[in-house]
C-alpha cells in the first residue's frame, strides 16, 4: 500500500500507539489501515459416494483440481458465499450442510472454511472460473493434479472420515516450508498430522 483510500495521500508502514504490529498509516489524515486476512469458502459437494470438482480455468493453478470455493463477499454469510462459489464455478445448486473444515494458511493470509453439502440434482457444467466439472469417487481424484494444498488436505479427510460416517469439524493450519520448492506442511488441531 502506498497511498490512503481515504485522502490519497502517501502512507508510511510503522507501529501505531496501543498497538504492537506495523500497520500502513496515513501521513496526513492519519487514518490507519488494518490488513486482515481474506476468508475462502467453499463446499464438498456430495451425491451419494461422488465428491463434484473444478478443473481451474484461471489463474492461480489454472488447469488444476479443485473444490468450488472462493473468497467471501460483503453481505454475505459464509454459507450463502459457499453456496454462490458452487453456483458459479459449477453451475451446481447445493444444499449447504455443516462446517466440516477450518484451515488457516498464514503464509498467504486466508482462512479456508468448507462446508460439506448435497447436490440438489445432476444439472452442472463448467462456470467462467472453470474448464471442467466432474463428479469423482475417491480413486477417481486426480490427486497429483490438485491445486491447492489445503483442498488435497480436506478431501483425503474427508474421505477418511467418510469411511467411519462420523464428519467432526477438522481445523488446523497449513504452513509453507522454507525453499524454492512448493512444500507444505499440515498440521491438523483435532487429528494427527497427516
Known amino acids: 500500500m502506498n497511498y490512503c483510500s481515504h485522502c ?29 486476512p481474506k476468508i475462502v469458502v467453499g463446499c464438498i459437494p456430495g451425491w451419494g459416494d461422488h465428491v463434484l470438482l473444478c478443473k481451474r480455468a484461471i489463474e492461480p493453478r489454472y488447469g488444476l483440481w479443485t473444490l468450488p470455493a472462493g473468497f467471501m463477499e ?7 458465499g459457499a453456496a454462490r462459489e458452487t453456483l458459479e464455478e459449477a453451475r451446481a445448486q447445493v444444499t449447504v450442510g455443516d462446517l466440516y473444515a477450518l484451515f488457516n494458511l498464514p503464509h498467504i493470509n486466508q482462512v479456508y472454511m468448507l462446508f ?14 472453470s474448464l471442467e466439472v466432474e463428479l469423482m469417487r475417491e480413486h477417481q481424484i486426480p490427486w497429483d493434479d490438485i491445486a491447492f494444498p489445503v483442498i ?8 477418511r472420515d467418510r469411511g467411519t460416517g462420523r464428519f467432526p469439524l477438522r481445523t ?13 506442511r499440515t498440521l491438523v488441531d483435532n487429528d494427527r498430522a497427516i
Open 74 to 80: 460483503n453481505g454475505e454469510t459464509v454459507q450463502q
Open 116 to 129: 460439506r453439502a448435497r447436490l440438489e440434482s445432476l444439472d452442472f457444467g463448467p462456470g467462467a472460473e
Open 152 to 159: 488435497g488436505e480436506s478431501l483425503r479427510l474427508y474421505y
Open 172 to 184: 488446523g493450519a497449513i504452513e509453507r516450508l522454507p525453499g524454492p520448492e512448493r512444500r507444505y
Open 8 to 36: 490519497g495521500e502517501a502512507v508510511t508502514l510503522r507501529v501505531p500507539d496501543g498497538d504492537n504490529l506495523p500497520r500502513h498509516i496515513c501521513d496526513a489524515c492519519g487514518t490507519v489501515h488494518y490488513q486482515n
